[in-house]
């Protein structure tokens, strides 16, 4: 996945956690390693949707899913 470099607001500590708790579910739900590409294009999918506006936990585990 290419990286983006995103100029829209901070994420708040809060949003931090909430975003890293549902990247460790999604990791652990479908058994992805954490130290590969898998991993990394997950995570930038996840902030994507959470930049784009979403905020339902699973829409955006839903969307983080989609390559």
């Known amino acids: ?3 983006r ?3 829209s607001k901070s994420i708040s ?3 931090v956690e909430m975003l890293s708790n549902v990247f460790e579910q999604l990791l652990h739900d479908y058994q992805i390693p954490r ?3 898998e991993a990394e294009d ?3 999918r996840l902030v994507a949707a959470y930049q784009s506006g979403v ?3 699973e829409m955006l585990k839903t ?3 989609r390559a």
Do not use: I, K, T
């Open 1 to 3: 996945m290419e990286r």
């Open 5 to 7: 470099d995103y100029q």
């Open 13 to 15: 500590p809060d949003e």
């Open 35 to 37: 130290d590969g590409q």
């Open 42 to 44: 997950l995570a930038a």
């Open 55 to 57: 905020r339902d936990v």
């Open 63 to 65: 969307l983080s899913l």
